[in-house]
C-alpha cells in the first residue's frame, strides 16, 4: 500500500470521531454553544491571567527607567479586583532597592471608564523603602526624586510610559522600614502601620490623608504613637499638614538599636505635636506646635551616667528655607526637674531649670544671626570637681542676647541676673555670698582673622549681699562684708571703671573660735568703704576719685616673733605655693629688667577722707605681760594728686590719741608724683606713755620701761631728696630696768651680752655703768631728758643711712660715751624706742603717801577720795611738778585672785600634780598650772594698771591737771602692807 492510501486509512479513526463531535455540537442550541465558547476562553484567559500580568508589569515598570524588577508571584481576582504580589525587587540605576513583601491591591473597575486607573485598597507588609536626602538638592524616595531647588531638572520619562491617571483611595503599610540616608547620617526607621488615603494625581490641590500608628512591643508594654496627616503629594508645592501623638513611649524599646557605646536609654515620652509644613522646589515653609513631657530619663555610657526625673517643653515654632537662607522662630518654654550628670571627674546636680523666650535665628552665607528674648530659672544646683564644689540655690535670668555679622561677628546681650545661696568651695575654703545681681550690657567682638585681638566691652550695676570667705579647718573668717554696690565697666584692650563703688561693714581675718574675747576680734572691720568713681586705661594710666573710709578698726595682735596672726592664718590659707609664686615672681621680674622700661605712671587721686569713729588696737597676747593699745584717729585725709600737675602740694593730716591722753598730730604737704621727694611736714607726740611698749622690746633688750612719757615735736623738710629736719625730743620720768620675768635671758646675760653685742656693731665699748651716767648727765633739774636732734641729709645719696644721720645729731647732743646705747635702741624702734636704751635706777626720788585700795579690787580706800582731792590741789599750786603715778599690787592681792583661779583651775599636767608637795595637798594650797600662772600674772598686771589709771584720770578730770604732768609705771609686786597706787616726783 502506498504512502497516500496508508495516511488516509490512518486519519479515517479521527474523522469519524470529528464526524460524531460535530454531530453532538450541532445538537445544542446556538446560545450555549456560545456561552461554552466564551467560559473556555475565560478559563483560559483566567489561567494565564497572573503570568501575563506578572510579564506586564515587569515590562512596563522596566520601561517606567528601572534597571531590574523581581517578582515572586502573582495573583488576581478578576471579578472582585483583588491583586495580589508576594516578595517584589524594584531597583533602579544607582538607586537603593524598593523590597515589598507582600503587595494587596483592591482595584475599582469603574474608574477605567476615565483613563483612571484607581487603586481602592493597597496593602504592603514587610516592606523596605529607601529615603535619599540631599540638602539643597534633591528627595528621592524609592526612586523618586522632589527637586529642592529650581534649577533640578524633572527626570526625563521614558518613551512609552503609562499615560492614565493614578489615584490611590486606600495605601496601608505594616511591619515597614524606612532607611534614611543624609549627610553624616545613616539610620533606620520602623512603622508598625501606616496608611494613606485619597491619594489622586489628577487631584493636585486635594490632600491625601495619612494615618499612621506605632505600637511598641508585641503587648504594646512600650507605648507608641500615631499620627494624623493631609499631603499634598502631587502638586507643585507639597504640604504637610497634621498632629502627632505620643502616647507613654518607653525608649527603652530602642535600645537594640543604639550604638554599642550607649549601655543604657530609658524615658518615658508623651505628649502631642501640631505641624504643618510646605515645600516647593527647596523653599519650605514650616510651623511647629509642640507639647511634650519626658519623665525618668536615663543615659549610660562607659564614662557618663546622666539621669532626669521630667522634662516639659510646649511652644511654637516657625521655619523658613528660603534661596539658602534658614530662618527660626521659635516661642516657647522647657522645664526640666531632678538632672543629674556623671562622670568620672564632675557631678553635676540641677533641682529645677526653666527656660523661656522668644528667639530669632537666621543663618546665611555661613553666617548666623540670633536675637533672643529669654527668661532662665535654675534652682538648686551643684558642681562638683574633685576638691572643688559650687552650689547655687537660685539663678534667675532675664534679657536679650542677639548676634550680628558685618566684617566681624558681635556678640550683644543685654539684661538682669541674679544668684541667690551661693557657695564655693576649695578644700576648706568655703566662699559663701547670700545673693549677687547684675545688670548691664555685654558687647564681644569675635574677629575673623586669628590676627584680630578680641573686644570685649561690659557695663552694668552689680550688686552683692552678705558674702564670706572662710577656712572651715582652721575655723577662720578671712573676711566678709554685708553688701556690694557699683556700676562697672571692663574693656578689652584693658580698661576698667567703676563708680559709685559702696563696700559695707567689712571684716578681714576673724577667728571663731579663741580663748579670750580679744583673741576672736578681726584684723580689721570697717563700715563702709565708698569710692566715687575708678579708671585703668592700659597699663600706666590710673584715675581714683575720691575715697571715703568710715569707722575703720584694726586688730593687730602679735605673737612673740612680731607676727600678727590673724594676717598669717590669712596668708596660709590662700591656695597659693608661697615659694612658687615667689620664684615665678622673681623669673618673672628679671625678664620684666631685660626689657624697657614701662612708661610713667600717670596717677590721678581726689583724696582720701577717714570719717566716723577709726581705730588701731596694738595687742601682743604672746607676751607676758600682754599689751593693749587703743589709737584713735579723728582725721586723716590727703588732698588731690594729678600727674597733670605733679608739682602742686598735696595737704596731709593725721589726728590721733593714743589710749587716752597721749596725742598724736601730724600735718603738711608733699609731693609723692615729683621725680625727687618734696615733702614738708610737722610731727606732733604728746604724752605718750612709754611702759606700755615694753612688751615689743624687752625679749631681744632684757630691759623693759618702768616708768616715763614721750613728747617729741618734729619739721622734716624735703626738697628734691634734701632733708632738714629739726627734733625735739622730751622724756618725762624716764626709768628703765633689767626684765627678771624669765621670758627672756637672764639678767646677766641680758645686761652684758646685749650691751656687748651692741656695742661690737657699733664699734664702740660701753659698759652699762658708763651709760647710766651719760643718761644721768642729760636729765636737767625735773629730771627730765630733753634734747633737740637736727637730721639732715641728701637722700638720693647712696651712701646716705637715716640711723647715721641720728647718731650724727647724738653725738652733738650727747658726750661720746652715751652714743652707743641711744643708738642701740633707736635703730629698731624710732623715736619711741630711742627712749628705752638701758636700765637706769633713780636714787632721789620724793615720795608722796600711797593711794591705798580694796585689796583684789579696783576700788578706792575709805578716804582716799580727800587724799586726791588734796594732791590735785597740790600740783595746781605747784606747776613745776612733775608726778609718777605708778600702780603696784601686793601679796594680799596674789592671794585672794589666786584663790578665786584655782578653784577654776582644771588644766594642771599629771606631771605638775605629781610635783606638789603632801603639805601643799593637805593645806588645800595646791600649785596653779602653767596656763593658770599666766593668767593669774596678766589679772595681777591689768588690776594694778588700772588703778593707776582710775588716779590718773581723777586728778586730770576732777583735779584740772595736765596729763602731761603725771607719768604712769610698769606695773609690778611691792612688798607694802597695803595695796594701791604710789606717787612720787
Request: net charge positive.
Amino acid at each position: 500500500m502506498d504512502f497516500k492510501s496508508r495516511f488516509k486509512s490512518s486519519l479515517k479513526p479521527l474523522s469519524e470521531k470529528a464526524t460524531k463531535a460535530l454531530s453532538y455540537w450541532q445538537s445544542f442550541s446556538l446560545k450555549m454553544r456560545v456561552l461554552m465558547i466564551t467560559l473556555l476562553f475565560v478559563g483560559i484567559f483566567l489561567s494565564v491571567l497572573p503570568y501575563g500580568i506578572k510579564w506586564a508589569m515587569k515590562e512596563a515598570l522596566l520601561k517606567q527607567g528601572l534597571e531590574q524588577v523581581h517578582i515572586e508571584d502573582v495573583s488576581f481576582n478578576l471579578f472582585t479586583g483583588q491583586f495580589k504580589v508576594e516578595n517584589m525587587l524594584l531597583k533602579k540605576a544607582g538607586k537603593a532597592p524598593l523590597t515589598l513583601g507582600e503587595f494587596f491591591v483592591d482595584f475599582d473597575w469603574m474608574s477605567l471608564f476615565k483613563k483612571r486607573l484607581v487603586i481602592d485598597k493597597v496593602i504592603l507588609q514587610k516592606t523596605h523603602v529607601y529615603v535619599d536626602f540631599q540638602p539643597d538638592k534633591f528627595l528621592d524616595v524609592a526612586g523618586i526624586i522632589i527637586p529642592l531647588n529650581k534649577q533640578t531638572p524633572k527626570e526625563e520619562q521614558p518613551s512609552g510610559g503609562l499615560t492614565w491617571k493614578l489615584g490611590l483611595n486606600s495605601l496601608v503599610l505594616k511591619n515597614t522600614v524606612v532607611s534614611v540616608i543624609a549627610p553624616n547620617l545613616d539610620k533606620n526607621v520602623r512603622f508598625d502601620e501606616v496608611s494613606l488615603n485619597d491619594l489622586q494625581n489628577w487631584a493636585p490641590t486635594s490632600p491625601a490623608n495619612v494615618n499612621f500608628k506605632v505600637e511598641v512591643g508585641n503587648g504594646k508594654e512600650y507605648g507608641g504613637f500615631k499620627g494624623d496627616l493631609k499631603v499634598n503629594a502631587f502638586s507643585e508645592t507639597q504640604k504637610v499638614v497634621g498632629k502627632v501623638a505620643i502616647n507613654n513611649l518607653l525608649l527603652q524599646a530602642y535600645e537594640k538599636f543604639l550604638p554599642p557605646e550607649i549601655e543604657q536609654l530609658a524615658a518615658k515620652i508623651g505628649g502631642k505635636i501640631n505641624l504643618s509644613a510646605d515645600n516647593k522646589y527647596g523653599d519650605i515653609q514650616a510651623k511647629i506646635n509642640s507639647d511634650l513631657t519626658l519623665e525618668k530619663g536615663a543615659v549610660q555610657t562607659k564614662d557618663l551616667q546622666a539621669s532626669v526625673k521630667e522634662i516639659v517643653f510646649n511652644g511654637e515654632s516657625e521655619v523658613s528655607l528660603h534661596s539658602g537662607e534658614l530662618k527660626l522662630q521659635n516661642n516657647a518654654k522647657l522645664s526640666i526637674e531632678n538632672a543629674n550628670l556623671n562622670t568620672s571627674d564632675v557631678s553635676l546636680k540641677v533641682g529645677g531649670l526653666t527656660l523661656e523666650g522668644t528667639r530669632t535665628l537666621v543663618h546665611k552665607d555661613q553666617s548666623l544671626q540670633v536675637k533672643a528674648d529669654e527668661s532662665l530659672a535654675i534652682q538648686n544646683t551643684a558642681l562638683k570637681q574633685k576638691d572643688n564644689q559650687l552650689a547655687i540655690d537660685d539663678l534667675q535670668w532675664k534679657g536679650q542676647v542677639e548676634t550680628q555679622k558685618e566684617t566681624n561677628t558681635a556678640l550683644n546681650v543685654d539684661g538682669a541676673l541674679q544668684l541667690v545661696g551661693i557657695n564655693l568651695s576649695q578644700k576648706a575654703l568655703v566662699l559663701h555670698g547670700k545673693a549677687l545681681a547684675w545688670q548691664g550690657n555685654t558687647h564681644l567682638d569675635i574677629p575673623s582673622e586669628s590676627k584680630q585681638s578680641l573686644k570685649l566691652k561690659t557695663q552694668g550695676k552689680i550688686a552683692m549681699d552678705e558674702w564670706a570667705l572662710a577656712n572651715t579647718q582652721k575655723e577662720l573668717l578671712m573676711s566678709s562684708f554685708e553688701s556690694l554696690n557699683s556700676q562697672v565697666g571692663f574693656a578689652l584692650p584693658l580698661s576698667v571703671s567703676l563708680k559709685d563703688f559702696n563696700l559695707n561693714k567689712i571684716i578681714v581675718a576673724q577667728f571663731k573660735q579663741g580663748k579670750t574675747e580679744q583673741a576672736r576680734l578681726p584684723l580689721a572691720q570697717l563700715k563702709s568703704f565708698n569710692l566715687k568713681d575708678f579708671n585703668i586705661k592700659g597699663t600706666d594710666k590710673i584715675n581714683v576719685g575720691k575715697v571715703d573710709v568710715d569707722s575703720l578698726k584694726v586688730n593687730l595682735d602679735f605673737d612673740e616673733n612680731r607676727h600678727i596672726h590673724q594676717l598669717d592664718a590669712v596668708m596660709a590659707s590662700l591656695p597659693i605655693d608661697q615659694k612658687t609664686s615667689t620664684k615665678k615672681q622673681a623669673v618673672k621680674q628679671s625678664k620684666a629688667d631685660q626689657k624697657a622700661k614701662p612708661a610713667a605712671l600717670q596717677l590721678a587721686f581726689d583724696g582720701l577722707d577717714f570719717k566716723g569713729q577709726n581705730r588701731i588696737e596694738l595687742l601682743t597676747h604672746a607676751t607676758q605681760p600682754a599689751m593693749h593699745k587703743n589709737i584713735n584717729i579723728q582725721t586723716l585725709s590727703i588732698g588731690k594728686l594729678s600727674y597733670q600737675r605733679p608739682n602742686r602740694s598735696t595737704p596731709i593730716r593725721l589726728l590721733a590719741t593714743v589710749d587716752k591722753y597721749t596725742k598724736v598730730d601730724i600735718k603738711g604737704t608733699a609731693k609723692p608724683l615729683t621725680k625727687k621727694l618734696n615733702m614738708d611736714l610737722a610731727t606732733r607726740i604728746h604724752d605718750m606713755d612709754l611702759y606700755s611698749f615694753s612688751p615689743l622690746i624687752k625679749r631681744e633688750l632684757g630691759y623693759r620701761i618702768q616708768s616715763g612719757s614721750l613728747n617729741l615735736t618734729s619739721d622734716v623738710k624735703v626738697k628734691n631728696d634734701v632733708l632738714t629736719s629739726k627734733n625735739h625730743v622730751l622724756l618725762v620720768g624716764f626709768e628703765m630696768e633689767a626684765d627678771d620675768s624669765g621670758q627672756t635671758q637672764t639678767k646677766a646675760q641680758s645686761s652684758e651680752n646685749a650691751v656687748a653685742k651692741t656695742a661690737n656693731e657699733a664699734g664702740g665699748l660701753m659698759s652699762a655703768t658708763a651709760l647710766k651716767f651719760g643718761l644721768n648727765m642729760l636729765r636737767d633739774s625735773r629730771d627730765n631728758i630733753d634734747l633737740d636732734l637736727p637730721v639732715n641729709g641728701d637722700l638720693s645719696d647712696p651712701g646716705f643711712d637715716a640711723t647715721s644721720a641720728i647718731n650724727v645729731a647724738l653725738r652733738n647732743a650727747l658726750t661720746g660715751g652715751t652714743k652707743l646705747a641711744l643708738t642701740l635702741a633707736l635703730q629698731p624702734y624710732g623715736a619711741i624706742a630711742m627712749a628705752t636704751s638701758y636700765a637706769y635706777n633713780q636714787v632721789n626720788k620724793i615720795q608722796f603717801q600711797s593711794v591705798s585700795f580694796v585689796a583684789g579690787k579696783n576700788e578706792l580706800s575709805k578716804g582716799m577720795s580727800e587724799y586726791l582731792d588734796k594732791m590735785g590741789k597740790l600740783l595746781k599750786e605747784k606747776k613745776q611738778i612733775t608726778l609718777k603715778v605708778c600702780g603696784y599690787y601686793t601679796q594680799q592681792d596674789v592671794d585672794l585672785l589666786t584663790a578665786e583661779i584655782r578653784s577654776n583651775d582644771t588644766s594642771k599636767t599629771d606631771d605638775e600634780e605629781k610635783g606638789q608637795s603632801q603639805q601643799q595637798k593637805q593645806t588645800g594650797q595646791q600649785a596653779l598650772s602653767e596656763q593658770a600662772k599666766m593668767q593669774l600674772n596678766q589679772q595681777l598686771y591689768e588690776l594694778a594698771k588700772s588703778r593707776q589709771r582710775l588716779v590718773k584720770d581723777w586728778l586730770v578730770e576732777k583735779g584740772g591737771i595736765d596729763p602731761s604732768r603725771l607719768t604712769t609705771c610698769h606695773p609690778e609686786q611691792q612688798q607694802q602692807t597695803v595695796t594701791g597706787v604710789s606717787l612720787s616726783m
